[in-house]
Nanobody, 125 residues
Framework: QVQLVESGGGLVQVGGSLRLSCAASGRTSSIYSMGWFRQAPGNERQFVASMSGFPTGTWYADSVKGRFTISRDNAKNAAYLQMNSLKPEDTAVYFC??????????????????WGQGTQVTVSS
């Protein structure tokens, strides 16, 4: 099993920045891709970004391209989401996710294997 714990959420003003962190533990050797989803009140969970292992690739939702950047530190079994130019519509609970090895890379966008508990991000106008 893999456990994911997010941190770094909080309250920020429009145009501000936040950096989310995700720490993975357990059978981390099973992880191929890591990423982020978000869920706003009354909405379904939405894919935000992901980064695969070798060969390395990154994917972003259109709504965050150019503003958010995903990164990983494999030595620390961690993933990060740098969020810049935040907008009120970015307000949501952000979840760290991970996909096991030998799964299709695209699967992280629809059916990750592991989820964190989430961290709240609130952007005030």
């Amino acid at each position: 099993q893999v456990q994911l714990v997010e941190s770094g959420g909080g309250l920020v003003q429009v145009g501000g920045s936040l950096r989310l962190s995700c720490a993975a533990s357990g059978r981390t050797s099973s992880i191929y891709s890591m990423g982020w989803f978000r869920q706003a009140p009354g909405n379904e969970r939405q894919f935000v970004a992901s980064m695969s292992g070798f060969p390395t690739g990154t994917w972003y939702a259109d709504s965050v391209k150019g503003r958010f950047t995903i990164s990983r530190d494999n030595a620390k079994n961690a993933a990060y989401l740098q969020m810049n130019s935040l907008k009120p519509e970015d307000t949501a609970v952000y979840f760290c996710v991970a996909l096991r090895r030998f799964q299709p890379t695209e699967a992280i966008k629809t059916d990750p294997d592991w989820w964190g508990q989430g961290t709240q991000v609130t952007v005030s106008s």
